[in-house]
């Protein structure tokens, strides 16, 4: 599994020089998106190929060759087996980029090759739209910014001391206008990614910058570090049946103290079966898995198992971790693996806590897993306020043949499950 590090944000923050020094920090290959962008502008230009002309720029798309290689402990930029990298800085591509960048077909073409260059790797990727959209899932997305003034103030003397003649005001307002255009693009325009770290450099120095971030890939490879833990397929011993017993029987027992726990229905006493829930508050899994003889594999957002004692309880109960907002292949074929052993898998098909309250629009997984592993799904409603001493219930549906069902009409599997769900939560 490749890690990933996204920089994004707008020119002059720093980025290129943050990401050089982390990237030998951490040994990560760094890949400049926007050398692949100026690769393209440079070869319009020595092709003499205008912005307007969408065949002629198609043509030299699917001939260019962009790579980027290591010389002298330096990496290099190659168009066309020629070393451009510092033709690529020029003036001339600089304010012609932008422009350039914005053209669907470049945009489709670079971000195709920016994928396949990360591929398998563990890489440090610089650009505009890295966590958004080239590598929504990278492992760390930090956005970095900086006053305009400040940015331009950086390139001036960037600039002066490469020996380009260029007044500040002039640096100024190209700066504007590449936000400008950056930021309105149709695809993969300029924007912070929700999940993004936000940092702002106009008063830091780079060593600071570096100092955060690396903080923040440190912490990130730490949770990995845990994550791969519980990822790791545990064969079920002697020794951990007779410890989920006793751990079962005693949380059984405190829950039952809390809560006046009423069951209706039961789930088959053997084979592979899908348990779907509704999916109210965070005890409503427990009540699943400790009122039933059965072990159920509940699958559970992976953030649940940073805590320390759910990593060790999710462990003990074979919970099987998913990301979210993103096809978890991993989690998909522990699954069904789970359900290939004839035992039980757990899934909240709304996702989220209250998702049926909320309207929202419950996921495809549990039935794209009952119609691929050929198992039935047993529709669960659980009701109650848990407040202390209050009833829960728990009624257990008539399995689904979810049969006859395909990839092509999910949407209606999913339906038919969460409309026995809710029959059940009356
Ligand atoms: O980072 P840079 O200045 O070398 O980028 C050159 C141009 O390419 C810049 O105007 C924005 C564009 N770019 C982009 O649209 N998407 C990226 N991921 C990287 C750069």
């Known amino acids: 599994m490749s890690f990933i590090v996204a920089i994004d944000g707008p020119a002059g923050t720093g980025k290129g020089t943050v990401t050089e020094i982390i990237s030998k920090k951490f040994k990560l290959l760094k890949i400049d998106t926007g050398a692949t962008y100026r690769c393209v502008t440079l070869d319009m230009i020595n092709k003499n190929i205008g912005i307007e002309d969408l065949d002629k720029i198609k043509d030299l798309l699917k001939n260019i060759k962009i790579e980027m290689k290591m010389v002298d402990k330096e990496q290099r930029v190659f168009l066309n087996n020629e070393d451009v990298t510092e033709k690529i800085r020029s003036e001339e591509v600089t304010k012609l980029v932008s ?70 005001v002039e640096i100024l307002e190209n700066i504007k206008k590449r936000d400008e255009n950056d930021r309105s693009k149709e695809i993969g325009a300029l924007k912070v990614a929700k999940d993004a770290e936000v940092i702002d450099s106009t008063t830091k120095s780079i ?10 890939i440190i912490n990130k490879k730490e949770e990995i570090k845990q994550l791969k833990k519980i990822y790791k397929i545990r064969k079920e011993t002697p020794w951990k049946k007779f410890v989920r017993c006793i751990v079962k029987a005693v949380l059984r027992t405190a829950y039952r103290i809390a809560f006046r726990v009423k069951i209706s229905g039961a789930i088959p006493e053997e084979g592979a079966y899908i348990i779907c829930c509704n999916h109210i508050n965070y005890l409503d899994a427990a009540a699943i898995v400790l009122f039933n003889k059965r072990k ?121 499950i969460m409309s026995n769900i809710k029959e059940l939560t009356k």
């Open 296 to 416: 159920v594999n509940f699958v559970a957002k992976e953030d649940l198992f940073m805590h320390r004692s759910l990593f060790w309880l999710g462990h003990l109960f074979d919970a099987i971790p998913i990301k979210r907002n993103m096809q978890d292949i991993e989690a998909m074929k522990r699954c069904l693996k789970v359900l290939k052993n004839g035992e039980l898998l757990g899934i909240f098909p709304e996702g989220t806590r209250k998702g049926m309250e909320k309207n929202m629009k419950a996921k495809n997984g549990a039935a794209f897993m009952a119609i691929k592993g050929k198992v039935k799904v047993i529709p669960v409603g659980i009701h109650g306020i848990f407040k202390p001493f209050s009833k829960v219930y728990i009624n257990y549906g008539k399995p689904l043949d979810l049969n006859g069902y395909t990839k092509e009409n999910i949407d209606e599997a999913t339906e038919l």
């Open 99 to 168: 422009q350039v960048s914005s053209i669907k077909e470049v945009r489709y073409s670079m971000v195709e090759l920016q994928r396949k260059m990360a591929e398998g790797k563990d890489v440090i990727m610089e650009g505009r739209d890295i966590g958004t959209y080239v590598f929504p899932t990278a492992d760390v997305k930090i956005y970095l910014d900086a006053d305009l003034d400040e940015r331009a103030k950086r390139r001036f003397l960037q600039y002066r001391e490469k020996g380009i003649n260029m007044s500040y």
């Open 207 to 216: 060593k600071q910058v570096v100092r955060e971030i690396s903080a923040i």
